[in-house]
């Protein structure tokens, strides 16, 4: 079967050079990766070698990257709302302990549905059952990055260390390069600094990043002050963690020097705007981390704290939360939001060498957003309405790997329905 792809008449932020843009270009897809991004008209050869999607009337961005997720708390969503996160995280807990590899799998499926149609194309997961996810991937033919979630219990994480190698060695790199594996304590307040210190040690040995929550409320600040006289990153800083490339979700409470750590050790951050307001974790500092250099990511969070996997209205929030916060409205503008979705959040990911920009040699994961819209006229300003005005649903077209995942809003790798009354079933049993 063809599986080239051409895409014509299609106005594209390509996100490779400061705001640049073609009004009415074509974008080339030979297989899994982007072959030529050109003004129309395209060279007419290309026409008779590829399935052409007419982009009459939309706009083709990188797709979107949720820099850190828990894919399987769909199930949770609503569950618990309107807790602190230690409190919130109790009642997790509680419900995670009693979920089995299938409520994980279909939970976790639901969420690529959601993104698929929100046109995201890469995930950053953490959570446990982590084969059943990966397979779940494999299916939906998502790009990802995935890790099981340690959280040290009374006998120690020796046994789940074990584990989580294997998941490494078994999934890295696989499914057409589409999933990473990464080693994943969980937090600094769950894990001891043996534990970590082992990890990384691993991380070494299998060259994977590693995943983590830092710095993410005011508590975590005051139990790691208390337990080891120091702040989380400086901790971190202490047992090595950083020598390993590491996606960092949260970072709210930060000091200068913290944030000097995270720039000089090449962290990749990612920001959870809307879960740290719901929890009411704080406000991270993104504007003066930007300013220092420190490569930022957005991320969603899981269901449970959000409760979306929108990364439209992601972006938007973070923007939005620094204009208000920092009471500046030129803070974080639509340009540099969009690559936090983008470009820079695939640079957080360390896969910048495969996804994040249009342009030829990426591999070809793009989102195709139908601009005719009410709420989207007149198109005075694209970035704008992406960052501003632009809304889940009016995603026509998501591309992961040269592979169409949503054809002009249907799902061709996930069966919606079948998800949806796995999910009802789920639901009655667990909850
Ligand atoms: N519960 C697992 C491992 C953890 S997976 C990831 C964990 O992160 C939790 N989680 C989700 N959102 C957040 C957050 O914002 N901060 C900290 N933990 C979170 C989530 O409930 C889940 O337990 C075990 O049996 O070892
Ligand atoms: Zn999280």
Known sequence: MMKNLLITNVTIVPMTAEESFIQNGYIFIESDVIKDVGHTPHPPHLKEQAKIIDGEGMVAIPGLINGHTHTPMSILRGYADDFPLMDWLKKMWAVEDRMTEEDIYWSSMLSMVEMIKSGTTTFCDMYYGMDRIAIGVEKSGMRALLSQGIIEGDSGGEELLTETVEFVRNWDKSANQRIHALLSPHAPYTC???????????????DCSIHTHLAETREEI?????????????????????????????????????????????????????????????????????????????????????NTLDMFEEMRFASLMQKVSLEDPMALPAYETLKMGTSRGAAALNIVDQVGTIEAGKKADITLI??????????????????????????????????????????????????TWHIEKIKNNLL
Not at 192 to 206: D, G, T, Y
């Open 370 to 419: 139908d601009f005719r819209k009410a709420h989207l006229s007149p198109v005075n300003d694209v970035v704008s309405h992406l960052i501003y005005s632009a809304k889940a649903s009016d995603v026509a077209y998501t591309i992961v790997d040269g592979s169409v995942l949503m054809n002009n809003g249907k799902l061709t790798t996930i069966d919606e329905e079948e998800v």
């Open 222 to 306: 005051n139990i790691i002050s208390e337990r080891h006289g120091d702040t989380p990153i400086a901790l971190m800083e202490k047992i090595g963690l950083f020598t390993r490339h590491v996606v960092a979700a949260h970072g709210v409470y930060l000091t200068d020097e913290e944030i000097d750590i995270l720039k000089r050790r090449q962290v990749g951050l990612i920001h959870n705007p809307k879960s740290n307001m719901k929890l009411a974790s704080g406000v991270a500092p993104i504007a003066q981390m930007l300013d220092k250099g420190v490569t930022i990511g957005i991320g969603t969070d899981g269901a449970a704290s959000n």
């Open 192 to 206: 001891s600094p043996s534990l970590i210190e082992k990890m990384v040690e691993q991380a070494h040995i299998l």
